[in-house]
């Protein structure tokens, strides 16, 4: 088993942003809350996360941690092993503004379908809303989700690929600057 992990561990510091010192602590903080499988279930992953996550309210932390584990869930499996749980800290904490822009898209993209349809914009900017705003949104939300698509579906499909999801990053640089207003960084 050591053999193992010091095999993986030495092919998850080539694939991340991570020193073997940050594996080596990120495995042991992994395995004291990973089932016999070793993977981790999304209650498991939001209590883990939750001090190192700011939100401007506990429902929007809630949700955040919610799209956040699904977006490291690669396989779909509602579980997350390892591989994923350093892949997906690794471009949430350090990751060039291109993994960065990828793992956000992964959080919109809800079905995981490989593109953003109106819907899921809409459901994510909704709840979000709804941390901040005691009326109803709903209409103001599809009309900022009407002008993106009409400004970014370049296709015309009706649903936005992480290519045009790119261009809107380009056209709105806040995109890129979303993950990082949740990240609490700490010195220890």
Request: with cysteine.
């Amino acid at each position: 088993m050591g053999n193992t992990h010091t095999r993986e561990d030495h092919d998850l510091k080539s694939e991340s942003h991570f020193s073997d010192h940050e594996i080596k602590k990120l495995r042991t903080e992994f395995s004291k809350v990973a089932d016999e499988e070793h993977t981790i279930t999304k209650e498991q992953f939001k209590h883990t996360l939750l001090n190192h996550v700011q939100c401007w309210s506990a429902g929007a932390q809630y949700l955040f941690l919610e799209r956040l584990f699904d977006a490291f869930d690669l396989d779909g499996n509602h579980m997350i092993d390892f591989r994923e749980f350093t892949h997906g800290l690794s471009a949430f904490m350090k990751g060039t503004p291109e993994e960065k822009l990828e793992l956000s898209f992964r959080l919109y993209d809800i079905d995981k379908s490989g593109s953003i349809e109106p819907k899921e914009l809409i459901r994510i900017m909704s709840q979000m809303y709804s941390a901040f705003y005691n009326e109803d949104q709903t209409e103001k939300i599809r009309g900022i989700v009407t002008q993106i698509f009409e400004d970014l579906d370049i296709n015309g499909d009706g649903s936005l690929s992480l290519t045009e999801y790119k261009l809107m990053a380009l056209k709105e640089p806040m995109i890129i600057d979303f993950l990082e207003q949740f990240l609490i960084v700490t010195d220890k």
